[in-house]
């Protein structure tokens, strides 16, 4: 089934990139929940394209006229963290919207850890689909949109630029992730101040995961492992015991 309004070349009836309605990628295996989600999305609001297989997903997800990726979890050919992963690996920022038919913590924190912006556990309301992606849209665009210049920050011999979302250390430029990048903005811009692992994942995921803060973890040490000369013991970003992450005052 590739129903949907044209905007993905792949196919015959999606072909014509001139709808100027927010394009939805459904990357959904079961036909039924896919046809559930055509009917409620492919209207005036929203244009709508549909991939089956998780290798057919990750290429149309690739392209760039995607705005927002639902993407279920258990996929032939390739899964939905693998294709999450991947985008993310690539440079891709498009927001994903993770949907698993398990609610359990793992599958939740393996999503964010892969690179989804939000997660959604089915059976899901439609109602709040229209809600989760809506708010990622309105994200996105903010981000987008956000023109307001916004300085260099330099700490030695690291330097970090929240223009052009890069970060170097001894002038050669850190493979870091999105979500990696915005941790160490948001700690850096405020040397000294702890952040707590709930309003990190405010800042940076745009979302309350209560119960999940230790995907903070994980990004935290993924991110020390390319910044720091010695992972376990650091000097940029720390740990203030029992509360949370803060970036070293006297970097």
């Not at 792949?10 to 989600?37: F, K, M």
């Not at 359990?104 to 850890?113: P, Q, S």
């Not at 990696?180 to 745009?206: C, M, N, S, Y």
Request: charged share 25%; proline share 6%.
């Amino acid at each position: 089934m590739q129903h949907g309004s044209p905007f993905l070349r792949a196919h015959p009836h999606e072909a014509s990139g001139g709808d100027a309605r927010p394009r939805i990628l459904v990357i959904e295996d079961d036909p039924d929940v896919a046809e559930l989600i055509r009917i409620n999305l492919s209207n005036k609001e929203y244009a709508f394209a549909h991939r089956a297989d998780g290798l057919e997903g990750l290429e149309a997800a690739q392209n760039p006229q995607v705005d927002c990726i639902l993407l279920d979890v258990a996929l032939p050919g390739m899964d939905g963290y693998q294709i999450a992963r991947k985008l993310r690996e690539g440079g891709i920022q498009t927001p994903i919207l993770m949907l698993t038919a398990r609610g359990d913590e793992v599958d939740t924190v393996t999503g964010l850890e892969s690179g989804a912006d939000d997660y959604l556990t089915k059976p899901f309301r439609i109602r709040e689909l229209q809600a989760r992606i809506r708010a990622l849209l309105r994200r996105n665009r903010a981000q987008e949109s956000s023109t307001k210049p916004t300085p260099t920050l330099r700490y030695g011999d690291l330097e970090i630029d929240p223009q052009g979302l890069w970060a170097s250390k001894r002038g050669e430029r850190l493979t870091l992730t999105n979500k990696e990048f915005r941790l160490l903005h948001t700690l850096a811009k405020q040397p000294g101040r702890t952040w707590t692992r709930q309003q990190l994942l405010r800042e940076v995921w745009g979302q309350e995961f209560h119960g999940y803060e230790h995907t903070v973890n994980s990004h935290i040490n993924r991110l020390r492992t390319k910044l720091e000369d010695e992972p376990a013991q650091p000097q940029y970003v720390l740990t203030s015991w029992g509360q949370g992450y803060r970036f070293s005052e006297d970097a």
